[in-house]
């Protein structure tokens, strides 16, 4: 009873130290929502993410109509390591794909937008730096919005 009780609370202490217990998508698209402003809802992805001892991608397609403007909110909050965040015309393995955005240019800001038009694609990469506890868990979440 005593070793069912200490694993117990290893695995419960073990969750609170990886971060996912931190993601709640309810709250992270509500607080996205909010920040589409004059944008009518499209669409929303929740990405888990997971660090590993080295660095790694993880890569969303975003598929688009031309002719609609977009906004994209992403929410980066349930996240314990900050990662960048890359906005692609073409997926990873294609040649000649051009970098739209990068959030290195604004910084370790958990919350931000971009503005984006005239593409059918666009591909969100996830940069997430390597770890030395490869416990660390968490989510990102990015909304659509359409005017």
Do not use: W
């Not at 349930?78 to 906005?87: D, N, R, S, T």
């Amino acid at each position: 009873m005593r070793l069912l009780i200490l694993i117990s609370i290893s695995v419960i202490l073990t969750a609170f130290q990886s971060g996912d217990i931190l993601c709640n998508p309810k709250a992270l698209k509500e607080k996205a929502k909010n920040t589409l402003e004059a944008y009518k809802y499209d669409s929303s992805e929740l990405t888990h993410i997971m660090y590993k001892n080295k660095e790694t991608i993880k890569e969303v397609e975003v598929p688009l109509f031309i002719g609609e403007k977009y906004k994209m909110v992403f929410e980066l909050e349930a996240l314990p390591k900050p990662v960048e965040v890359q906005i692609y015309n073409k997926s990873k393995d294609s040649k000649n794909r051009k970098l739209l955005f990068t959030s290195k240019e604004i910084g370790d800001k958990k919350e931000f937008t971009y503005e984006v038009s005239k593409t059918r694609h666009v591909y969100v990469n996830y940069i997430i730096p390597p770890s030395d506890n490869a416990s660390y868990t968490g989510c990102a979440l990015f909304m659509v919005g359409y005017k």
